[in-house]
């Protein structure tokens, strides 16, 4: 499977929007980018996922470079309460969603 | 619809004690997993399961034990609980394995061997 990189932290204003980047230069062509996010103390959350099409829903959105070595995700209009570690992951098959230790990000009144 | 539960919520166990850990779903899901996560890391996979009574292991599988009797439930058993196994501990569950697929997660147990 195809490792992430990803920043440690970041911060953004609360109403501001969130761009979070993730590098994936080992994609292969048939394996799907997936964005989730952990609260404090709380179980992951599923994002948003992607092939090789942006995609939008209505939590984020994801951007996927045209060669799919790396994608962005978008928090349009950040709150407090999307204060989080988020997890991009790139995986085929269930049992290889692996997670790393992905970016903390801080959301600033 | 609860999604995944776990109890309990958190327990202190002493070293060379055993447990487990109570996972349900009610989404009808075939496949299940475990996770574990340790302070400031990511979550590595125990053992997963795709229905009753198929069960292979994750990543760290060593010092615990897993069963899968109906769709519903996938218990993970801590049989001889040492220091190691302090942590914090997911269930989830997802309609598929073909990509793309969702995991749906419990709130987590949190537990301490001391």
């Known amino acids: 499977d195809a490792k992430t990189t990803q920043p440690t932290s970041m911060d953004c204003a609360e109403g501001r929007a969130a761009n979070l980047p993730c590098n994936h230069s080992t994609i292969s062509g048939n394996e799907y980018v997936y964005w989730y996010r952990q609260i404090h103390s709380q179980g992951p959350q599923y994002i948003i996922h992607?092939?090789?099409n942006n995609e939008t829903n209505e939590m984020a959105s994801l951007i996927i470079t045209e060669d799919r070595k790396s994608s962005t995700l978008i928090l349009p209009h950040a709150t407090l309460r999307d204060t989080a570690v988020y997890y991009c992951?790139?995986?085929?098959?269930?049992?290889?969603?692996?997670f790393g230790q992905g970016t903390r990000l801080t959301i600033n009144p | 619809n609860a999604g995944v539960t776990q109890t309990p919520k958190f327990r202190i166990l002493k070293i060379g004690q055993s447990m487990t850990l109570q996972c349900t779903q009610d989404?009808?899901?075939?496949?299940m997993y475990w996770y574990r996560q340790d302070p400031g890391m990511g979550l590595k996979l125990i053992y997963y399961s795709v229905g009753a009574g198929i069960t292979d292991k994750g990543e760290v599988p060593n010092g615990y034990n897993v069963s899968r009797s109906t769709t519903e439930d996938f218990p993970l058993r801590l049989e001889l609980a040492a220091p190691s196994q302090t942590s914090v501990y997911f269930c989830a569950s997802s309609q598929t394995l073909s990509d793309p697929y969702v995991q749906y997660f419990g709130p987590g147990t949190r537990l301490t061997v001391t």
């Open positions: 992951i790139v995986g085929k098959g269930a049992q290889k969603l692996v």
């Open positions: 992607g092939l090789k």
């Open positions: 989404m009808n899901h075939n496949y």
